[in-house]
């Protein structure tokens, strides 16, 4: 059966988008989709507990709470992973993304066909669909919030006119729609919030033509649904601490006004620049690809070709001057100029800008001599940007080919070197080329100040030296460790000073986790004395982590201290109440420490603690003073009143005895 001309010609459309989109169904899990996927759980069951922690936790939960609130991006990674079946394959969810940005072609279509024949909006359709820009928010996993957004920007767009176009109960109906389509936008991604701004827009535009019950209708649907959202959002994020963004992501947050402003506007200019030459893409852009100062004076230029464009398109095209400031519109949000975000730029944020530059291309392309010229014109850039398409979706197989094209496209990026090291790591161990690249990142941050620097790269990069194990390896390592120390002591005090920073806050316990890490490497150093130094900082610093405690226990051992080092382990149980601890107590014991007195019989064969043994009395009671000492540097009077009670009461320790050791 023969389709329709109607139909035949967007349907050429959407088969070669995905024609240039084919490979992306074989890709994996690359870049951020491990985190969002895999290694959420609330994607994992359709619960109701799940359904609550989405709606009720920002993007990035349970790994810290962020800025970022898109309940709908997460409940579609659910849908994908618990309601399809697609579990832990990304065929699905590649599949998915595809078919979101062939029904977002559709809409770019049928929006075209509002200003333009059929012919030009099928091209229109095909130059943005086919745009290798695009890739990062197709053939990644991760880039479903924009696919989700563009799609209800643009049907939303359709719905509003419809509902401006329809009377009655048909208009209630297409109002409806909009209201529930504006909402779902803006659950899938914040920016998605502009779509009454680019209705306002439009309907200044062509007021003489404006119904105003129908403008207002919409207008009402659309802010109904963006109050709903902010609601949502501000419950999730009660409590929470102003979003800060690291200089590491975006150099921007930390720039001067002008400064910032003029990045952001010369970042703009680079971003028009890869949609007329987007031979070198990349997945990153971090510090130090971008430096503001270096750039900022470009955007000058750039907003005065930005204001000669619009000033031209006012007087000459007024669907040119809608177009172009629709882009503008619905770049803002990600731009850095009203606000800082989490990245100084992202090829992500012109999947629905693009359009106007689709439209310009194939505006220019009506103006050859003949129609067979101009279809000439754009079928070759069509098949060239197609052709582009089909090489940068392969870029996103996975991280190793993520990491790779990364590391051409932005060389001067930290963490471009950064993820190809870890995906070079991931495959071969710390192979020689692993640690070049990481050596390559680390240069690049190694001139910033600590609250400007990246501790995660150098934490990273130190356990992949020490995983090399040779001692020229771990003294690296320890090298590393030391820096990245300086670094995470420096922002933790930041934090401190930071209002509305919870008290467990990651920022707090990172010292104490690298204090454990240099502990581990003095000891496969033998240098017992700073490997005991470094375990109690740990403990000390961090006296929750039952992980701490095994390891400030081991380095007692090592050096000789075994009682003390019952009386560490019994201070971590005291502190943790970890039952992985109290069995290491007995197996300490079951060791010789405490003379022969020390257990009992239990239950099933097992041994238990004798607290009549006079040697297991002394440690209970050392431990409780410790741990008392402990709670009262930690300003924890509370706490360390409860011990005291417990150790007088179920000890049997006298009041000396639980007084706590001189520091």
């Known amino acids: 059966m023969r389709l329709p001309r109607s139909a035949a010609v967007p349907a050429l459309v959407l088969a070669a988008i995905f024609l240039a989109y084919l490979g992306s169904l074989s890709a994996g899990f690359a870049g951020d989709a491990r985190g969002l996927v895999l290694e959420d759980a609330r994607v994992h069951d359709a619960s109701a507990q799940n359904l609550d922690n989405i709606f009720s936790h920002t993007y990035w939960w349970p790994y ?8 709908a991006t997460t409940l579609s990674y659910l849908f994908n992973y618990a309601i399809l079946g697609d579990g832990k394959e990304a065929a699905g969810y590649h599949w998915t993304n595809l078919l979101l940005h062939l029904l977002n072609a559709l809409l770019v279509y049928f929006v075209a066909r509002r200003f333009a024949q059929s012919a030009a909006a099928a091209w229109i359709a095909a130059i943005w669909g086919l745009h290798p820009v695009l890739t990062e ?48 936008g803006a659950l899938a991604k914040e920016s998605a919030a502009v779509l ?35 609601y949502l959002r501000g419950a999730a994020m009660s409590g929470l601490p102003a979003a800060h963004f690291p200089f590491w992501d975006n150099p921007i947050v930390d720039a001067g006004f002008f400064t910032g402003r003029g990045a952001a506007l010369a970042v703009l200019a680079r971003e028009c620049g890869l949609l007329v030459w987007p031979a070198r893409l990349s997945s990153d852009y971090s510090w130090a690809q971008i430096r503001p100062d270096a750039v900022a004076w470009l955007g000058v230029p750039a907003a ?62 009506m103006r050859l001599p003949s129609a067979r010229a101009a279809a000439l014109a754009l079928a070759l850039v069509a098949a060239a940007l197609g052709a582009r398409t089909w090489v940068r979706a392969g870029d996103w197989s996975n991280d190793l080919t993520l990491g790779e094209s990364a590391v051409r496209a932005a060389p001067d990026s930290y963490k471009s070197h950064k993820l190809l090291a870890n995906a070079l790591f991931e495959k071969e161990g710390p192979s020689p080329r692993a640690l070049a690249e990481a050596e390559r990142s680390l240069a690049i941050l190694a001139p910033l100040p600590p609250l400007e620097n990246n501790a995660d790269t150098w934490r990273r990069a130190a356990t992949w030296y020490e995983a090399k194990g040779d001692p020229a390896s771990l003294a690296r390592a320890l090298e590393l460790l030391e820096r990245c120390k300086a670094i995470v002591t420096a922002q933790a005090e930041a934090a401190r000073t930071r209002p509305g920073t919870p008290a467990d806050d990651p920022a707090f316990a990172a010292p104490a986790d690298v204090d454990r890490m240099i502990a581990g490497v003095q000891l496969r150093l033998g240098n017992r004395s700073a490997a005991l130094d470094a375990s109690a900082r740990a403990v000390e610093a961090d ?26 382990v019994m201070e971590g149980v005291m502190l943790t109440t970890d039952a992985g601890l109290r069995q290491r107590v007995v197996e300490l014991y079951q060791r010789g420490a ?15 603690l004798n607290p009549a043994c006079p040697e297991v009395h002394r440690h209970l009671c050392s431990a ?40």
């Open 64 to 71: 810290g709470e962020s800025g970022l609130y898109r309940p």
């Open 137 to 184: 928010s197709v053939a990644a996993i991760a880039g479903r919030p924009d696919l989700i957004a563009g799609a209800c920007i643009l049907g939303g767009l359709l719905l509003y006119w419809k509902s401006v176009e329809s009377a009655g109960g048909a208009r209630i109906v297409w109002l409806c729609g909009l209201g529930l389509t504006t909402l779902a």
């Open 196 to 230: 009454p701004a680019i209705v306002l827009l439009y309907e200044f535009l062509w007021r003489k033509e404006r119904r105003w019950r129908g403008f207002a209708g919409g207008m009402i649907a659309m802010l109904a649904a963006l109050e709903v959202m902010f």
């Open 304 to 365: 005065l070709a930005a204001a000669a464009a619009l000033t031209l398109l006012w007087k000459r095209s007024r669907t040119g001057f809608f177009l172009l400031a629709a882009a503008i519109v619905a770049w803002l949000p990600s731009s850095n100029l009203l606000f800082p975000i989490g990245t100084i730029m992202a090829e992500r944020f012109l999947y629905l800008p693009a359009i106007a530059f689709a439209a310009g291309l194939v505006w220019l392309a």
């Open 543 to 568: 006296p929750s982590n039952p992980d701490a405690w095994r390891q400030y226990s081991d380095a007692l051992g090592v050096a000789g201290r075994v009682d003390d080092a019952v009386v560490a």
């Open 594 to 608: 405490g003379g022969g007195c020390a257990l009992l019989p239990g239950q099933n064969g097992s041994a238990a």
């Open 624 to 663: 409780a003073a410790r741990a008392i000492g402990l709670r009262l540097r930690a300003g924890r009077t509370d706490l360390a009143d409860q011990l005291r009670a417990s150790g007088l009461r179920d000890f049997g320790c006298d009041a000396a005895s639980l007084e706590p050791p001189a520091q």
